[in-house]
């Protein structure tokens, strides 16, 4: 056993810290709301939609919960698997949750067009970059040694949470961006997000197959709900690679089947469109019908007319 755990596992221990990040946070989308807004969004227009203030309140919860007491101490000091559910908070539930919260106006104040931070945002969220970013982090940040000094030392803790939340909204960007020209299209977010998938699998499998406990900060004697070291670690993996991988697969079919849905509708108008359709009015009666007319209305059609059409014709 290499270290030694508070046998009171359930003691209260208050991050001001995070209370403070919380508070920033609640602080600055008030001002954005009732101070920036109002001056930045031509009248008439909402500052934030309804739907954009469900997300943040739902990513700020989250991340509230994510960091604080009980679930932070809980997973710093007695289970990795607790610190894997933490680490999936933190990087696929709340990063898409802040963006999406984002209105594109206030995007496009921070994400300026002649700004360093407009520049470095536009490179760094390029599907390739964000992703070599992300999983790179993610493989550093499960190494045995960033590990176990990471528990041992506070501040490079919250380094690298800090770390890989923001190569998470990296990562994210090209998916639910408030900028529309930095998403990929919807095929191309699918298949970022699939590979997103795959790498992380592979140290959730090794923590999976391993027989012995890899990180020493996680192997004393103090055992949460009597769950071993070994068990523990196994846990992790399963959660890491089961279920990362079907939150992200759950991502990739919802957005499949709304882009599906959305090229279903511009491809096959209604009937009721085609028929008032002055292209689509071959003959008023009034004439024979001509080759020209017939050709013209086939020229428009692009594809098959419905039977309830050709009954109005």
């Known amino acids: 056993m290499g270290f030694a755990a508070d046998t009171d596992i359930w003691r209260y221990q208050p991050h001001p810290e995070v209370w403070l990040i919380i508070a920033v946070i609640i602080g600055f989308g008030y001002w954005v ?6 001056k930045a969004v031509p009248d008439g227009e909402p500052v934030v939609t309804r739907h954009q203030k469900i997300y943040f309140v739902a990513a700020v919860g ?27 908070l933190i990087t696929l539930v709340v990063p898409p949750l802040f963006l999406l919260a984002v209105p594109e106006w206030l995007a496009r104040l921070i994400v300026s067009t002649d700004g360093t931070s407009g520049v470095w945002v536009r490179r760094l969220t390029r599907p390739v970059v964000a992703a070599v970013l992300f999983n790179v982090l ?22 690298v949470h800090l770390s890989v939340f923001s190569a998470a909204l990296l990562m994210w960007m090209p998916v639910v961006s408030p900028l529309p020209e930095l998403r990929a299209s919807p095929p191309g977010q699918m298949i970022f ?15 999976t197959v391993a027989d012995n406990p890899l990180y020493r900060v996680y192997n004393h004697d103090v055992r949460l709900w009597g769950i071993s070291a070994v068990a523990d670690q196994q846990a992790a993996g399963l959660i890491m690679k089961l279920g ?8 990739i079919a919802f957005l499949f089947f709304r882009w599906a849905n959305r090229d279903d509708s511009t491809l096959r108008p209604g009937d009721a469109d085609i028929v008032h359709d002055p292209a689509f009015v071959i003959n008023n009666g009034e004439s024979d019908l001509t080759f020209e007319e017939v050709q013209t ?3 428009h059609a692009g594809e098959p007319i419905t039977e309830s059409v050709k009954r109005n014709l």
Do not use: C, R
């Open 33 to 38: 709301i009732h101070v920036l807004g109002p």
């Open 62 to 88: 989250l991340l509230w919960v994510s960091s604080d007491w009980p679930l932070h101490d809980i997973s710093e000091e007695y289970l990795y698997g607790a610190h894997m559910i933490q680490h999936m």
């Open 138 to 159: 993610i493989v550093v940040t499960h190494l045995k040694p960033v590990v176990n000094f990471s528990i041992e030392n506070g501040v490079f803790h919250y380094v």
């Open 193 to 207: 997000l699939f590979l997103n998938s795959v790498l992380p699998t592979v140290p959730g499998a090794f923590l």
């Open 244 to 251: 990362g991988g079907f939150y992200i697969w759950a991502w």
């Open 297 to 299: 209305a086939f020229d």
